[in-house]
């Protein structure tokens, strides 16, 4: 389960994973990169008892808190205009040690609390704007009673919303769950574009029950994309990327977003610096050995959402606490109209046009040397005025 009550975040590898983790350490051994690439993703390691100080176990903070229709909303994100997100279930079919919502509280969704969401995203006060909506979790294909009533419910309460989108790793996780019952869910619901956000992150994944898997939901209309971690020891080298994009192009499933790792606590040894990652989609982006149409983003999941680098995306860096600042086009007034409850993070400073900046802890790997010139040529073009080193001179509540 993507959720930890006491922080405790636990193994869970499916018995399809298991037996690949037991044929790949047969056929090639056990410190085979590919068996590795598995391993890495899926076994608990050791290394997550070594805790950062400012790692954390929630990342960023986008629940909307409010009271809908006399009772609480649960289970309801909000940070863009036009999507909306539910986790209808926190259970996933295996535990990917560094996930997201690897330490946040368990949470499952009754099946009013689904109903209470639809008919808030069908609300006067969203509908012009909200038209997508994210199903999340854990992983929404794991239930199909619940995905089914959430397709109920928003097709009942909210024909504003015209596309779905789903998060979820088991067609490559646990791909026997792409049954006729499953398929039949979404032929019901044909109304809606579906689309699912899959997270593969080496080609090893690609295994002939996973393809067919994909080749059954494309049947019925599915569409697909990628948005993967970059990982250390599992995907973070050249030759592995360009083979992963590859076959993504091959199967038809768009290369979305390459995502640094993020600073969950105790998942340290997972994150490569972001210097690396940059060097990494250079690489990848100009370069010839796959088709342009399969090229990723490369973007930091911050504490106000997704930030993709561009050139002077970075404006600051504290070397020292390995801490970046990061430039968004985010509104402070889009985002408080978007979600009422949402909280200014203390990570966060309010640009003088009223975007948002936010402090990022960057990852290390083993050139800890090359941090500096990741910031060679940070453009510093800040409004608010800095100390010599680098911190604001105003004094921020940033307390990671
Ligand atoms: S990445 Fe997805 S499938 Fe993996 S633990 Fe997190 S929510 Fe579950």
Wanted: aromatic share 10%; hydrophobic share 35%.
């Amino acid at each position: 389960m993507a959720g930890s009550s006491k922080g405790n975040f636990r193994e869970l590898i499916s018995p399809f994973l298991r037996e690949k983790i037991s044929k790949l350490t047969t056929r090639y051994g056990e410190n085979d990169l590919r068996t590795k690439a598995i391993i890495n993703q899926y076994v608990k390691s050791p290394l997550e008892d070594i805790i950062h100080p400012s790692e954390r176990l929630r990342h960023y903070e986008s629940e909307i808190n409010i009271d809908f229709d006399g009772a609480p909303l649960i289970g309801v994100e909000r940070l863009y205009r036009r999507t909306v997100l539910i986790e209808p279930t926190t259970a996933c079919a295996a535990h990917c040690r560094w996930c997201l919502r690897g330490q946040y509280p368990i949470k499952t969704m009754q099946y009013d609390d689904i109903e209470r969401a639809a008919r808030y995203i069908g609300s006067s006060n969203l509908r012009d704007d909200v038209n997508e909506v994210l199903i999340t979790g854990g992983d929404p294909l794991l239930s199909t009673s619940h995905l089914n009533h959430t397709l109920a419910m928003l097709t009942k309460h909210a024909d504003n919303v015209k596309i779905i989108r789903m998060g979820t790793r088991v067609p490559f996780q646990d791909p026997y769950r792409i049954n006729d019952n499953m398929l039949a869910i979404f032929n019901r619901y044909r109304h809606f574009r579906f689309e699912l956000g899959l997270n593969i992150n080496h080609p090893i994944e690609f295994w002939p029950e996973c393809i067919l898997a994909i080749k059954k939901l494309k049947e019925i209309g599915m569409v697909f994309y990628n948005q993967h971690p970059l990982l250390k020891n599992v995907n973070d080298d050249f030759k592995t990327l360009v083979e992963l994009y590859d076959y993504l192009r091959q199967h038809g499933i768009e290369a979305h977003y390459l995502f640094h790792a993020i600073p969950m606590r105790g998942m340290g040894h997972h994150r490569t610096s972001l210097h690396k990652g940059l060097s990494l989609i250079s690489e990848i982006s100009a370069c010839g050995e796959f088709s342009g149409r399969s090229k990723p983003r490369f973007a930091v999941l911050s504490d106000i959402g997704k930030i993709v680098l561009y050139h002077g995306t970075i404006l600051d860096v504290r070397v020292k606490e390995r801490l970046v600042l990061l430039k968004s086009y985010f509104k402070l007034e889009d985002r408080l109209k978007w979600n009422p409850s949402w909280k200014q993070p203390s990570s966060v400073m309010i640009d003088s046009d009223g975007t948002l900046l936010t402090w990022y802890l960057d990852g290390s790997d083993d050139r800890l040397n090359d941090q500096t010139t990741l910031y060679q040529d940070v453009n510093l073009h800040l409004d608010v005025e800095l100390e010599h080193d680098g911190s604001p001179k105003e004094k921020s509540n940033f307390d990671l």
